[in-house]
């Protein structure tokens, strides 16, 4: 018995924040929207994936937001991810902490804390 995968994250957003999710996720992540079985979508909320990175936000009455809690996201080309994300009006904080790898932070609309990490790439050696 073994754990495999991360099958999801979940999230936590406010009733009735829906659409500034989609526009976040959808138009600035570059996630695609997957639809909620329905006895799930009458919740609230909303599904997103990206190849195999899957979010789910789920409605909370008393939201708060995650302000240290968060997912990692792996990403290809990380300027330029962070580049997309300020052009969108989102904000970047970079942080040089972990090494190895080069990462930023950046909060969705509703406050959540994303980190976004690209790995360094490993010099080669030969022998």
Partial sequence: MTLTAVDHVQLAA????????????VDVLGM?????????????????????VRLHVGVEDDFHP???????????????YADRLTVHGADVTWDENLPGHRRFYSWDPVGNRLE????????????
């Fill in 32 to 52: 695609t929207e997957v639809p909620k079985p329905p006895v799930l979508a009458a919740r609230g909320g909303c599904w997103f994936e990206a190849g195999d």
């Fill in 14 to 25: 406010p009733p009735g924040s829906e659409e500034l999710l989609r526009a976040y996720y």
């Fill in 66 to 80: 995650a302000r240290k809690a968060h997912p990692g996201l792996r990403v290809r080309d990380i300027e330029a």
């Fill in 116 to 127: 976004f990490l690209e790995p360094l790439a490993r010099p080669r050696t030969f022998g």
